[in-house]
């Protein structure tokens, strides 16, 4: 079942997971009607933003989250699976976010949230491995128009993959993926490149 959401005023508090405190998120507007217990550490924020305004908005308060996640853990692996659990959870259209790591001449599955994904992905083929080889970030407004795609899940009708690279050298990518066509622009591509970014400088590798 989707959760439902409900309106909530700027000054209700969300839950902080680098203090383990409640603070004032002012920027928030919306948080899931689900139990408290349940509650990701970054559900409070507008569940379907309409403009870039709206997305950059999204993004700047992950970043506040994700800062919070990172506080005293340098461990990539850890953070990793704690960024695409957020990403996975806080993004609206998401079907699939997650890493993948690059092990010699191909890419091989890393931490992520969504149905069960392809382990290894040869380079030379498919959206990751061209985000890869380029080590920029690739926008597909539809997958099945992609040369060489490779589909883990049917669902997927959209893509992004941004580069994770620490000193030049590319240590994987991250990827997500969405049943909607066109659901990434380039506010999505500059929030999770920053929350990328955050990631390499937050580990150590």
Not at 14 to 32: K, L, S
Not at 98 to 108: I, K, P, Q, T
Not at 161 to 171: D, E, F, Q, S, T
Request: hydrophobic share 45%; with cysteine.
């Amino acid at each position: 079942m989707e959760p439902v959401w409900q309106h909530v005023k700027a000054r209700d508090a969300v839950w902080h997971a680098g203090t383990g405190q409640h603070e004032i998120c002012r920027a928030a507007r919306f948080r899931p009607a689900i139990p408290e217990e349940n509650r990701h550490p970054a559900a409070v924020f507008d569940p379907q933003p309409t403009t870039a305004a709206d997305k950059t908005e999204l993004y700047l308060h992950l970043e506040t989250q994700f800062r919070g996640l990172l506080d005293g853990e340098r461990d990539p692996l850890a953070n990793a699976a704690n960024l695409a659990a957020m990403l996975y959870h806080a993004l609206p259209d998401v079907n699939w976010a997650g890493f993948y790591r690059l092990r010699g001449d191909e890419l091989v599955l890393g931490p992520f949230q969504g149905k069960p994904a392809c382990v290894r992905l040869p380079l030379g083929k498919g959206v990751c491995a061209t985000a890869a080889e380029r080590k920029e970030t690739v926008i597909v407004p539809d997958v099945h128009d992609f040369p060489g795609h490779i589909a883990c899940d049917l669902a997927s009708r959209s893509e992004i993959v941004v580069p994770v690279i620490h000193a030049g050298r590319l240590l994987g990518v991250l990827d997500l993926d969405s049943p909607v066509p066109d659901r990434f622009d380039a506010a999505d591509q500059a929030g999770l490149e920053h929350l990328a970014a955050m990631l390499v400088e937050g580990c150590d590798w």
